[in-house]
């Protein structure tokens, strides 16, 4: 395992510029990771309002999963993937091709973040990485991790401005419909890159609509919170270069049957140092 400061250089080929202060982890196939330490933070939207008002009809916007807001204990310290796992990196792992096959021609290719996986095939390239690397583990993360990570330290309907939404996430109004390469907008606070927008991104947890309910009437802080024990579809979140502004947002969920792939559909993982 590697440890790096400020600027850390993957042997996939391109850079990641910190501005933050979590460290990032390299494993072995030059993959970065940024060590989120265990936390206390509020999880779902604060002002539903605020979010509606972005709605052509805000009385129709169907957004009440995200509420309510609620503390969350992240017990553990999390390694979260710096950017989404790219073309090259599952052709590496996986040796196919999955998504529309002009992605695959373009010059960029290899930065783009792979699209067209389900649930399914998500979790199987955690299982083939972690067979080419003795320091981790990786599993897809929680929700709640993924909510964390992308807050970067907020608990705003974004962690920066809507006007400054363009400098830090691909959404239609600036992707020309596209996927762009990873890593080419401005990273969060925690140094992570395209947590909003680029690509959709699978999470590890079932969905229901009152999970935040059932999370908020217990204990608080909700302890690492995995989502419902049942149920069969499984949340995504983030937005994609195709979405609206509204939707491109820490607290925006949504959910498909795991056998869902689309083009605009990728992950990120979390590596998990073996003991």
């Not at 999390?78 to 950017?83: E, S």
Request: net charge negative; charged share 25%; hydrophobic share 35%.
């Amino acid at each position: 395992m590697q440890r790096v400061g400020i600027s850390v250089c993957l042997t996939l080929g391109f850079a990641f510029h910190v501005h933050a202060s979590p460290a990032v982890v390299q494993n072995a196939l030059g993959m970065g990771f940024s060590e989120l330490p265990a936390a206390t933070f509020t999880m779902g939207t604060v002002d539903l309002d605020v979010a509606r008002a972005e709605y052509p009809d805000p009385g129709k916007a169907d957004i009440g999963d995200e509420t309510p807001a609620h503390a969350v204990r992240l017990s553990h310290a999390t390694l979260m993937a710096v950017t989404e796992v790219t073309q090259e990196q599952w052709l590496r792992v996986m040796h196919n091709k999955p998504g529309p096959a002009e992605y695959w021609r373009r010059d960029d290719w290899a930065r783009l973040p792979v699209v067209g996986v389900d649930w399914f095939m998500a979790q199987r390239f955690t299982e083939e990485l972690g067979k080419l690397d003795d320091t981790f583990d990786y599993r897809l993360p929680t929700e709640a991790e993924w909510e964390y990570a992308a807050r970067g330290g907020t608990d705003t309907l974004r962690p920066v401005d809507v006007e400054d939404l363009q400098h830090y996430a691909w959404y239609i109004d600036n992707s020309g419909d596209a996927p762009h390469p990873v890593a080419s907008r401005e990273p969060n606070a925690f140094g992570l890159y395209d947590m909003l927008g680029n690509a959709w991104e699978w999470v590890a947890d079932r969905y229901a609509r009152d999970t935040y309910r059932l999370d908020a009437d217990g204990p608080s802080p909700a302890l690492d919170p995995r989502g419902p024990g049942s149920g069969e579809s499984r949340v995504r979140r983030g937005g994609s270069y195709h979405c609206p502004q509204r939707l491109v947002r820490p607290g925006y969920r949504t959910a498909d049957t795991p056998d869902k792939a689309y083009s605009v559909l990728g992950f990120r993982v979390v590596a998990v140092p073996r003991r």
